[in-house]
């Protein structure tokens, strides 16, 4: 199958290599699900931008991240590479100091390769999980691989602008921060003292957070400003062509900080909540510790006589509208960036490639957020559209597996630069120009680190199997030898728009299912040493 990713293109693919390099905006979206209005089949949540861009490009129904938590996800997704050769599990830690005998900075990531490749590489927002996790100066300011402290051999042909936000609600970046060097305003986004008003802000950590304030008090806010900005500058600041210009949207991830006027668009006594709000026959170490959303001030979790910590049934339907909330808000500032470009001279010779850096639960199984392997965890939207592209598959759902590790050989593809052989994922290519092929992936895997035991997972279009085992981190392998749990879920007749309905039995505790189990345990651990 390896072959597949690596076909020549003809037809409409050869006309796009032969014309000028296609200029390349990528969205990167935080705790997105894809539970989006449009092809994805969801109605709860209000997207009509995003359902728009659907509309225009290729929509890949069963996308996959690496791991379901930002920083390795995004580790993953912009290097090409997979955990185990990345040895980036947990946030934190940055792949350039953690693969093994120097080779880190050997790593070409993805804007990186473009640069050196003649694209102009800017941006905005949370792309690389920022602070250390990307070589930044503390835990969470700055870094980006080299868009703070700025390094020229980076990834970025110019300083980054980073705008994250708080907990407390206020922005987090270099200059907000006050740190050496960040006199650019592309060192990052910083509140004016009446957006800091508006908000009134309270030391804490709120689930959600609902203020009458203007969109540039918040993060994605500011992010849309400042790329609508760039599409529209002229002068010294006009962005050079062809460029990569990326756009990290903060929201849905949790505080949900959101303008009053998204709040107010769902009304929380008619939000549907989980109808599978218990764990399937699962331990503790699967099911995870619900702590990013427990530890809010909102939100006080009971913890059962089996261990499993659990939000009270009376607080769903107000932590589901938080979370709506923040879609729909995001969804506007997505639509704020796209809008600027279909305005711009570049809009003609412009991909839009859109992801999120891994999906969420909103009480699935009795899970919130993320940090699993589950489906609602690991399965991801993802969006190209392609300019001028007559193509098959578009405003159409691709249904076949793919995974993150694919977006950057695609983009690598579609630009028609140089390919860089040590990636480990395949373009996307042939499936965007023929989605009916069925040979192009039979699974994709996952991993989550629990420290003790590190889950591994295989998802196949019928099945999802997972094992709890010891992990050697030394040399990034499973002990398959020692294995704590394993699970097994079908994936036969899906309801792929009844979310809940996914993984609610475990077959593995199921006798009758010994013999399936086992053929699907070997099959992960062949297809993972391989």
């Known amino acids: 199958m390896a072959g597949i990713g690596m076909r020549l293109l003809t037809g409409a693919s050869a006309l796009l290599m032969a014309a000028a390099k296609m200029n390349v905006l990528m969205i990167g979206v935080d705790d997105l699900r894809p539970e989006i209005a449009g092809l994805y089949g969801q109605d709860y949540a209000i997207t009509p931008n995003i359902k728009n861009l659907m509309s225009r490009g290729a929509t890949f129904q069963r996308a996959y991240c690496q791991v379901a938590l930002c920083s390795p996800s995004r580790t993953s997704l912009l290097t090409g590479l997979r955990p185990d050769t990345t040895r980036v599990y947990v946030i934190g830690p940055y792949f350039r ?14 804007p990186q390769w473009l640069r050196e490749e003649g694209y102009w590489t800017a941006g905005g927002g949370k792309i690389f999980h920022g602070g250390s996790s990307s070589g930044g ?58 957006c800091l008003n508006c908000l009134d802000l309270k030391w804490g950590k709120p689930a959600w957070s609902v203020a009458n304030c203007p969109s540039n008090c918040y993060p994605d806010g500011a992010v849309a400003d400042y790329i609508v900005g ?14 990569f210009l990326t756009a990290g949207m903060k929201r849905p991830h949790l505080g949900w900080f959101v303008p009053q006027k998204y709040y107010d668009m769902y009304e929380e006594d008619k939000i549907v909540v989980a109808k599978h709000p218990t764990p399937p026959n699962i331990t503790t170490m699967s099911f995870g510790l619900n702590d990013e959303i427990c530890t809010t001030h909102q939100v006080n979790c009971t913890t059962t006589p089996d261990g499993f910590n659990l939000v009270p049934d009376n607080m769903h339907q107000v932590l589901r509208k938080g979370y709506y909330s923040a879609v729909t808000f995001m969804d506007s500032q997505v639509g704020r960036v796209i809008d600027a470009l279909d305005a711009s001279s570049f809009a003609s010779n412009t991909a839009i490639v859109m992801w999120g850096d891994h999906g969420y639960h909103l009480g699935e199984h009795g899970i919130w957020c993320k940090k699993t392997e589950f489906e609602m965890a690991t399965r991801v939207p993802l969006i190209i559209a392609l300019p001028n592209h007559p193509i098959a598959s578009k405003g159409k759902l691709i249904p076949q597996l793919v995974e993150h590790l694919d977006i950057y050989p695609t983009i690598v593809d579609f630009t028609g630069v140089k390919k860089n052989t040590a990636l480990q994922g395949k373009s996307l290519m042939p499936l965007i120009n023929d989605p009916t092929l069925t040979d192009f992936s039979n699974a994709s895997f996952s991993q989550i680190d629990r420290t003790s035991r590190m889950g591994i997972s295989m998802r196949t279009m019928d099945y999802r199997v997972v094992e709890w085992v010891a992990f050697n981190r030394t040399t990034g392998r499973p002990i398959f030898n020692d294995t704590d749990a394993v699970e097994l879920y079908d994936h036969r007749g ?19 299912y010994e013999q399936l189990t ?9 297809n993972w040493k391989n």
């Open 97 to 110: 100091d953690t693969m093994p005998n120097n080779t880190g900075h050997d790593v070409k990531t993805l």
């Open 137 to 194: 100066p503390s835990r969470n300011e700055g870094g980006g691989d080299g868009g703070f402290p700025f390094m020229s051999n980076g990834s970025w042909s110019e300083p980054y602008f980073f705008c994250d936000q708080f907990y407390n609600g206020t922005f987090e970046s270099p200059v907000a921060q006050g740190w050496p060097g960040n006199s650019s305003t592309r060192a990052g986004c910083i509140q004016s003292e009446s």
């Open 230 to 243: 760039r599409l529209s500058a002229t002068g010294d600041e006009k962005l050079q062509e062809p460029f």
């Open 494 to 512: 899906d309801n792929e728009i009844d979310y809940d309905a996914f993984e609610n039995t475990n077959l593995a505790a199921d006798p009758k």
């Open 518 to 526: 086992i053929q699907m345990r070997d099959l992960l651990r062949s």
